[in-house]
Nanobody, 120 residues
Framework: QVPLVESGGGLVQAGGSLRLSCAAS????????MGWYRQAPGKQRELVAT???????NYAEVVKGRFTISRDNPKDTVYLQMNSLRPEDTAVYYC??????????????WGQGTQVTVSS
């Protein structure tokens, strides 16, 4: 079972919006910071946004003012609201969490990724 499950990706026209969701499975707990990363074809994975357990956020410069990260701690879920999407936002978006796994490892866990495609 994957530790994090993303949903909400898809195809949207430039200027449109999408909302990504990521829920933690029962395989991880004591979740700390959560975040979203993305990887476009031929490029390295890059930070999009992170959020602490108390709601402190951090954004990549290229998404500031367009994307909003939020979380629901009781549900162990993180969201990414993406507005004013651009073709260059096209990528696979990955959810990330710093947590403890059921075998005691505390570190970073990843989801399987969800594709976001923005057409011009």
């Amino acid at each position: 079972q994957v530790p994090l499950v993303e949903s909400g990706g898809g195809l949207v026209q430039a200027g449109g919006s999408l909302r990504l969701s990521c829920a933690a499975s029962r395989t991880i707990f004591s979740i700390g910071n959560m975040g979203w990363y993305r990887q476009a074809p031929g490029k390295q994975r890059e930070l999009v946004a992170t959020i602490s357990t108390t709601g402190t956020t951090n954004y990549a410069e290229v998404v500031k003012g367009r994307f909003t990260i939020s979380r629901d701690n009781p549900k162990d879920t993180v969201y990414l609201q993406m507005n004013s999407l651009r073709p260059e936002d096209t990528a696979v978006y990955y959810c990330n969490a710093y947590a403890t796994g059921r075998y005691g490892y505390r570190g970073e866990y990843w989801g399987q990724g969800t594709q976001v495609t923005v057409s011009s």
